[in-house]
């Protein structure tokens, strides 16, 4: 008996980066790939302070940490408010991603309002990217913790946290491999915040390449033309 083999066309996938953002997108990578950020280690610094500095006035915030993924800031978020395995916490509207990551880290999830809810997220878009103000404003006080996640500009795995609580950031940092306490141990050759210090440290450090990119993004993010 005949078998009949029926093929069918792939399901159309709606690209992250739309066609109308490729001039935006490629004129952020030409001028940061001119600038020398790749070749020089001072100026690799200063992108990532400066990213830190452009989150801070955008969020409001005392301190602000970088993580190479989004998943990195939830677990940061998360763990500089001693939220940890066996603990419960509440996410508003938490996607699958979340719900999935959250569980991994053995924190559970629940409905009741009564606990405090562990982060507020705003995902950064080109869509969104000049109106991100007016997007962030509802979120500030419904959370001491803001994460972003700037990956969908396209240049990268990008987030961050944003807290007014010197605590909870010196906690985040310190889950980062060459974080800010990592880097002082290195110059000053004495450990830095020797009393916080998590059983384990990950690959969390965001990469300036990225971090350039995405400040430049943030900072000519209500430009209509280029000169």
């Not at 069918?8 to 004129?27: C, D, G, H, N, R």
């Not at 419904?142 to 909870?168: H, K, M, R, Y």
């Not at 969390?204 to 990119?213: D, E, G, K, M, T």
Request: with cysteine; charged share 20%; glycine share 6%.
């Amino acid at each position: 008996m005949a078998h009949t083999t029926i093929i069918t066309a792939p399901e159309k996938v709606t690209p992250v980066i739309k066609k109308e953002q490729y001039f935006s997108l490629s004129f952020v990578l030409s001028r940061v790939l001119n600038s020398g950020v790749i070749m020089s280690i001072e100026k690799n610094e200063s992108e990532l302070k400066g990213l830190e500095k452009s989150i801070g006035k955008l969020t409001q915030s005392k301190y602000v940490s970088l993580f190479n993924s989004y998943t990195g800031a939830v677990h940061a978020a998360l763990w500089g408010q001693d939220i940890v395995h066996g603990s419960l916490t509440r996410l508003e509207g938490a996607s699958e991603q979340d719900q999935r990551f959250v569980n991994w880290l053995g924190v559970g999830l629940v409905t009741d309002s009564e606990v405090s809810q562990g982060f507020e997220k705003v995902t950064v878009t080109w869509d969104n990217l000049s109106r991100i103000e007016q997007e962030l404003l509802p979120k500030l006080q419904q959370s001491p913790v803001l994460v972003l996640d700037f990956t969908e500009l396209g240049f990268g795995p990008c987030a961050s946290i944003s807290v007014n609580d010197e605590s909870v950031w010196t906690k985040a940092e310190r889950l980062k491999i060459f974080g800010a306490f990592d880097l002082k141990t290195m110059w000053t050759q004495e450990e830095a915040e020797p009393d916080i210090q998590p059983g384990a440290q990950f690959n969390y450090r965001l990469s300036p390449l990225v971090a350039a990119c995405v400040k430049l993004s943030l900072l000519r993010r209500n430009s209509s033309h280029e000169d």
